[in-house]
């Protein structure tokens, strides 16, 4: 069902993973936090 004034967002070309922004800093996070082990967060909100 289409709804006016809502946009639908392209399809992902084949093999691209969709994230949020939220999901795709933390794991960009993590990421660089197990491979340099200098790396860590500090800040407001950051939980275990």
Request: charged residues 25%; proline residues 10%; negative net charge.
């Amino acid at each position: 069902m289409s709804h006016p004034g809502i946009a639908t967002p392209p399809a992902a070309p084949a093999g691209t993973r969709v994230l949020t922004y939220a999901e795709a800093l933390n794991e960009a996070l993590r990421e660089e936090m197990r491979r340099d082990p200098r790396v860590f967060v500090m800040g407001e909100d950051v939980a275990v």
